[in-house]
């Protein structure tokens, strides 16, 4: 047998992100090592998939690579602990658990969320002042997104600031935090999180089935009898994925068009660019930075032999860098011709649910820019969040200019 490419890099190391140094080492897997072996990581040995090609093969085979098996990041379960929600699932139980949520994600549904972004969305930008700094996260990519999460859910708006505080713990893969000091508080603030949940669920069961999230799910075969654990990680999952996502796209957006200026004078010239800008910056930003699947049984790929119980972690931040896919990948370019071809909302069965509610908040905040004329200059280095799985900020200092 063959031996296999080593991957010379661990690129599960937070400190590629936090330094913004990872696009050398995917490169270099991409054109040597596409599929590629490491040993030695904080997380144990893991296969890399770095090519956008093959992420795809692998997520279109759910049967040879599993989420059940094993979690979906690097890490093992949440805390040490196991997370059982439905995109950490194979069908058919991903199947029907999936269907509930997204009848919540409909085209007649978003049409509604995208009178509320565009209200929200307005709401806030008025109130900022221009011209003093402020911090881009904290004071608009989070209050949006924190603030759509709450609406979807319809969660008590008063409390919303839980969601942020329960997303960010639910979410940390990070294994320097991960001593048994932090499970422990960790798993007490998921009990915090469930109890009130599972208040408001039993609130939407002894009324009629209606529209919101967690109606739709207390009221389905698939999600209405779940144990204690499986709603806690099926909550994670949703606030996670209703915001983490989307916050750091809103923040990567700011980088994107001070590097590339000119970008943000095409689509002053040109608002029919705006859809594509948002998907442009989902690909850029690449704000999911990996998933993890686990082999049930031995397969080939990309030249390598894998054997059945190993974990492999697709890059999607390397995909979206795939010079084979997207020319001249680094740059931010909003009239990119395969922009939508990103795998920032993941492919196959385990899409993104919640992705056209992703590209309304991301189109209303363009538009929202443009007509603003506004213009906004960092006013200092952003701080980057310390993960191998998600690729974001913790803060971004700015201020805004009117041109």
């Known amino acids: 047998m063959a031996a296999r490419a080593l991957n010379p890099v661990d690129v599960s190391d937070s400190a590629l992100y936090t330094e913004d140094t990872w696009r050398e080492p995917f490169a270099r897997l991409r054109a040597d090592a596409p599929v590629s072996w490491r040993e030695d990581s904080a997380y144990g040995p893991y296969w890399s998939v770095a090519s956008h090609e093959l992420i795809q093969q692998v997520e279109l085979d759910p049967a040879t ?5 094993g979690n979906i990041t690097i890490a093992e379960g949440v805390a040490g602990g196991e997370f059982p929600n439905f995109i950490a699932m194979d069908p058919p139980r991903h199947t029907e ?20 972004v565009r209200e929200r969305t307005k709401e806030l930008l008025d109130a900022l002042p221009v011209g003093e700094t402020i911090d881009w996260v904290n004071q608009v990519a989070v209050p949006l ?7 979807v859910l319809d969660f008590p708006w008063e409390e919303r600031d839980s969601l942020r505080k329960w997303s960010d713990m639910a979410s940390n893969v990070s294994p320097e935090v991960m001593t048994e000091e932090y499970s422990q508080a960790f798993f007490a603030e998921m009990g915090v999180m469930l109890a009130r949940f599972d208040q408001l669920l039993e609130q939407r069961r002894a009324q009629p089935p209606a529209d919101d999230l967690l109606s739709r799910m207390i009221h389905s075969e698939a999600m209405g009898n779940l144990t204690p654990l499986e709603r806690i990680a099926n909550i994670a999952l949703l606030i996670v ?3 983490d996502t989307t916050r750091n796209s809103m923040s990567g957006l700011v980088e994107a068009l001070h590097k590339y200026p000119d970008q943000l004078d095409r689509l002053r010239a040109d608002k029919a660019l705006i859809p594509n800008a948002a998907q442009e910056i989902v690909r850029w930003q690449s704000p999911v930075t990996h998933m993890r699947r686990t082999l049930t049984r031995d397969a080939e790929l990309g030249g390598q032999s894998l054997k059945a119980g190993e974990k492999i972690v697709l890059w999607y931040i390397s995909a979206n860098r795939d010079e084979a896919v997207f020319k001249d990948a680094e740059r931010y370019d909003v009239g990119r011709e395969n922009a939508r071809r990103h795998l920032g909302f993941g492919h196959g069965i385990h899409r993104c649910v919640g992705a056209r509610l992703a590209e309304i908040q991301l189109d209303t905040l363009i538009e929202e820019i443009i007509d603003r004329r506004w213009r906004i200059v960092p006013q ?7 993960s191998p799985f998600l690729h974001g900020f913790t803060a971004m200092p700015v201020s805004i200019a009117v041109d």
């Open 145 to 151: 997104t924190i603030g759509m999460l709450a609406i």
């Open 97 to 116: 658990q999936r269907r509930v949520v997204a009848a919540a994600f409909t085209p007649s549904q978003m049409l509604h969320r995208e009178r509320q």
């Open 241 to 243: 994925g209703g915001n």
């Open 380 to 386: 200092g280095a952003p701080t980057r969040l310390a």
């Open 65 to 69: 690579y599993s989420s059940q098996l």
